[in-house]
């Protein structure tokens, strides 16, 4: 592709970031792109969270590109050393390193109508200059878990005088030996590390639970030398083997169900709970909420290791943090030498962390305001944002592989940017009546789901709009996002890409015609030759 001197900014050098660079490159041979990342590393997610036993929720021949499949991975689920060395591999093979402006945050992204490119204002967060340049297209790559969220509600957070800290920022030389440790929190992130930390008995852990969660089963199984010969060396095997687990997340059978299978797949997953926890416990482990309300937390050991005689749960509630512990809600004063948040992280996409401005002085934030809450067009597109684009955006949150929802997005968005890249259009917009039909019908969806049941981070304020999941199946997301509806968007300086289009539907149509005219022809010659043929017949018996 010849590039006429564009240029494509994306934020975030994550998982979806360098998903969306590597097909830049491979796709359309694109290569004037630059790829701002606020770390000192690739990986987003998997550089940040570095905690003892983090791992991926799902199986990891499915948590990995489609185009760069790895047949060593040591166990069904990969843990954080081994899926971050992954993405730094595939940064190296892609050479990407060249293309990262490390230790640097976006700051703003304003539209130039006139000039059909974005300012740029970015900054060094090391030395805090600041640097403006300009791009054609904006993808923002920026992931869902990317703020800490620390529970300033609780009173005196500020005040403890032993060691604190998220679990999404772990301290590479702590030393938990012969330490009380205070857990506060049980979701994803504290289901992963209770049980590593608490494998060494001088090691006292307390985790504090407010709100119950749903747990499944996850078991790590490892892969031995055998199954890593034979998925390096028999044609086809690993790629079947990733089929077969897309196909049990991907294949429409998670559909909305009906009030008794819901409540078959509570009393399930309660007896599971049940069945893996202490007896002392039971009266506090099934949560309120129906299960799929909440994020839904994979189990692979975090029950078992409620057996521990170092391990307990505190159901009491977190009155105050002083110096030197935690007072309950019951009055009772526990001592600890470290505080471990496992609290989430902020709002996930309640707000966009940077100021994009588009037509009309329109930001990104504001349309989300205006709109009671994160909204985009499938996702990906935002009215009144030219050439700007979303990876995880709005409702894009599916029971699949974020690896999957990115690499579709990523082939939406190179179809759409692709005229812009080669001087065809100067740019695309998303019509706002096309983005408000489709979000009517996913909030009319959402509104009879369980994900209004329940008080969640995956929607706005808790209890209002929600902006997360999406609510239908991931082969719908697929659908939707196969190939661009054209009619939705508005183009500008898009005469020759325009005609281009009419010049291929020309000669789709004419290339159709012809082949219909020949089969046409065909059937009539095939007809007079058959009925000559039977006249032939009759006469010579007769």
């Keep these: 592709m010849s590039e006429i001197q564009r240029r494509v900014a994306i934020i975030g050098a994550g998982v979806a970031g360098l998903t969306q660079a590597i097909a830049l490159k491979t796709k359309l041979g694109f290569h004037n792109f630059t790829?701002?990342?606020?770390?000192?590393?690739?990986?987003?997610?998997?550089?940040?969270?570095?905690?003892?036993?983090?791992?991926?929720?799902?199986?990891?021949?499915?948590?990995?590109?489609?185009?760069?499949?790895?047949?060593?991975?040591?166990?069904?689920?990969?843990?954080?050393?081994?899926?971050?060395?992954?993405?730094?591999?595939?940064?190296?093979?892609?050479?990407l390193y060249?293309?990262?402006?490390?230790?640097?945050?976006?700051?703003?992204?304003?539209?130039?109508?006139?000039?059909?490119?974005?300012?740029?204002?970015?900054?060094?967060?090391?030395?805090?200059?600041?640097?403006?340049?300009?791009?054609?297209?904006?993808?923002?790559?920026?992931?869902?878990?990317?703020a800490p969220n620390l529970p300033y509600e609780i009173p005196g957070v500020r005040k403890f005088q032993g060691t604190a800290f998220h679990s999404a920022q772990w301290p590479g030389s702590i030393d938990l030996r012969n330490k009380r440790v205070a857990v506060i929190g049980?979701?994803?992130?504290?289901?992963?590390?209770?049980?590593?930390?608490?494998?060494?008995?001088?090691?006292?852990?307390?985790?504090?639970?407010?709100?119950?969660?749903?747990?499944?089963t996850v078991p790590h199984i490892p892969f031995s030398d055998i199954a890593k010969w034979m998925f390096a060396n028999i044609?086809?095997?690993?790629?079947?083997?990733?089929?077969?687990?897309?196909?049990?997340?991907?294949?429409?059978?998670?559909?909305?169900?009906?009030?008794?299978?819901?409540?078959?797949?509570?009393?399930?997953?309660?007896?599971?709970?049940?069945?893996?926890?202490?007896?002392?416990?039971?009266?506090?482990?099934?949560?309120?909420?129906?299960?799929?309300?909440?994020?839904?937390?994979?189990?692979?050991?975090?029950?078992?290791?409620?057996?521990?005689?170092?391990?307990?749960?505190?159901?009491?509630?977190?009155?105050?943090?002083?110096?030197?512990?935690?007072?309950?809600?019951?009055?009772?004063?526990?001592?600890?030498?470290?505080?471990?948040?496992?609290?989430?992280?902020?709002?996930?996409?309640?707000?966009?962390?940077?100021?994009v401005r588009g037509l009309n002085g329109t930001t990104v934030q504001g349309y989300y305001d205006a709109q009671g809450g994160p909204t985009a067009y499938i996702g990906t597109a935002v009215p009144d944002t030219p050439n700007f684009y979303l990876i995880n955006g709005p409702n894009t949150g599916t029971r699949t592989s974020a690896i999957f929802i990115a690499e579709v997005q990523v082939a939406y968005i190179l179809k759409l940017i692709e005229p812009v890249l080669t001087g065809s259009a100067s740019s695309f917009t998303i019509k706002a009546a096309s983005t408000d039909i489709y979000n009517a019908k996913l909030q009319e969806q959402l509104s009879r789901s369980v994900h209004v049941h329940c008080y969640s981070s995956a929607r706005t304020n808790g209890t209002d709009k929600v902006y997360y999941p999406f609510p239908w199946p991931a082969s719908v997301f697929w659908?939707?996002?196969?190939?661009?509806?054209?009619?939705?968007?508005?183009?500008?300086?898009?005469?020759?890409?325009?005609?281009?289009?009419?010049?291929?539907?020309?000669?789709?149509?004419?290339?159709?015609?012809a082949g219909l005219m020949l089969l046409w022809s065909y059937i009539g010659l095939r007809s007079k030759f058959d009925m000559t043929w039977w006249q032939a017949t009759i006469i010579n018996r007769g």
């Design 35 to 95: 790829i701002f990342e606020k770390g000192s590393e690739v990986g987003g997610v998997w550089r940040a969270n570095t905690y003892p036993g983090c791992s991926s929720d799902l199986d990891t021949h499915w948590y990995s590109l489609s185009t760069d499949l790895y047949p060593y991975w040591n166990k069904s689920h990969g843990l954080q050393p081994e899926i971050q060395a992954y993405w730094i591999e595939l940064s190296k093979k892609y050479s």
């Design 98 to 146: 060249p293309h990262i402006a490390f230790n640097t945050k976006v700051l703003s992204a304003e539209w130039d109508d006139a000039k059909q490119q974005y300012t740029i204002v970015a900054e060094d967060i090391l030395s805090g200059k600041r640097t403006t340049s300009v791009a054609h297209v904006i993808i923002s790559a920026l992931g869902i878990l990317e």
């Design 186 to 216: 049980n979701a994803s992130s504290g289901a992963q590390f209770v049980p590593s930390i608490s494998e060494d008995p001088s090691v006292e852990v307390v985790n504090f639970i407010r709100t119950p969660t749903w747990f499944m």
């Design 235 to 355: 044609p086809l095997l690993m790629r079947l083997h990733r089929a077969w687990i897309m196909f049990r997340f991907v294949a429409p059978l998670h559909l909305p169900m009906g009030d008794t299978a819901l409540q078959k797949q509570r009393n399930a997953m309660a007896k599971y709970i049940l069945d893996n926890t202490p007896d002392r416990y039971h009266s506090h482990m099934i949560p309120d909420h129906p299960p799929g309300c909440k994020r839904t937390v994979a189990d692979s050991g975090f029950l078992q290791s409620l057996y521990r005689s170092n391990v307990t749960l505190n159901f009491d509630g977190i009155a105050e943090i002083v110096e030197n512990g935690i007072i309950t809600k019951t009055g009772k004063m526990l001592p600890f030498d470290v505080i471990v948040y496992a609290t989430g992280f902020n709002g996930k996409q309640e707000r966009y962390p940077v100021h």
């Design 479 to 513: 659908w939707f996002l196969r190939r661009p509806n054209w009619d939705h968007y508005i183009a500008v300086g898009g005469e020759k890409w325009i005609w281009a289009r009419r010049i291929k539907a020309v000669k789709k149509f004419l290339k159709c015609s």
